[in-house]
């Protein structure tokens, strides 16, 4: 059973960076075909994809974070990491970080964190 | 970005009642479409991968159906546990991933 835990702190001041780390037990985050993603939700909202990266280190990023973001995976210690730049208010959410499946249709979000609140405020 | 709008934004409904949610993108998406259910406090739980294919381990009330860019999510017979959120997304256009608002769905 794959497992995932988000870690990092729950307070970040405006303009600085945030920075996640996801611990992945249960598998080998090396694994082919899975793509290790980021999803956030601001509170009370809906959901809003970050991004993903591959055991390669290639990382894919939405257009609309893509100048902020950064995620990238170290192997040797099955963990992937997500650091945003400049953050503002607005970017005070509850973040996931998940494991998408690869198949005919595209990605499907299989295991997911318990999520982390990460609060903007100085 | 593809636009995802789902229908209705929230609804009541009974135990044992069948409910039906609609998810519509704004160009064809063919069947790059999943649907969530997140209950308070929690993840969301993958129920629909492919627009129509169950995930293993959810139950068989659940089913997904349609192709292009009108999608539903039917719940045959409902159950308390099953009250939560439910989100479609579509990954047509990996890595711009969107989700729809949600769509609440709460004890009549």
């Known amino acids: 059973q794959v497992q995932l835990q988000e870690s990092g702190p729950g307070l970040v001041k405006p303009s600085q960076t945030l920075s996640l780390t996801c611990t992945v037990s249960?598998?080998?985050?090396?694994?082919?075909?899975?793509?290790w993603s980021w999803v956030r939700q601001l509170p009370g909202k809906g959901l809003e994809w970050i991004g993903y990266v591959y055991y390669s280190g290639s990382a894919y990023y939405s257009p609309s974070l893509k100048s902020r973001v950064a995620i990238s995976i170290d192997t040797s210690q099955n963990q992937f990491s997500l650091r945003l730049s400049s953050v503002t208010a607005a970017d005070t959410a509850v973040y996931y970080c998940?494991?998408?499946?690869?198949?005919?249709?595209?990605?499907?979000?299989?295991?997911w964190g318990q999520g982390t609140l990460v609060t903007v405020s100085s | 970005d593809i636009q995802m709008t789902q229908s209705p934004s929230s609804l009541s409904a009974s135990v044992g009642d069948r409910v039906t949610i609609t998810c519509r993108a704004s160009q064809s998406i063919s069947s790059y479409l999943n649907w969530y259910q997140q209950k308070p406090g929690k993840a969301p739980k993958l129920l629909i991968y492919?627009?129509?294919s169950l995930q293993t381990g959810v139950p068989s009330r659940f089913s997904g159906s349609g192709s292009g860019t009108d999608f539903t999510l039917t719940i045959s017979s409902l159950r308390p546990e099953d009250f939560a959120t439910y989100y479609c997304?579509?990954?047509?256009?990996?890595?711009?991933?969107?989700f729809g608002q949600g769509t609440r769905l709460e004890i009549k």
């Open positions: 249960g598998g080998s985050i090396s694994s082919i075909g899975y793509y």
């Open positions: 997304q579509q990954t047509y256009t990996s890595p711009s991933i969107t």
């Open positions: 998940a494991r998408s499946a690869s198949g005919t249709y595209g990605l499907k979000v299989d295991y």
């Open positions: 492919a627009a129509s």
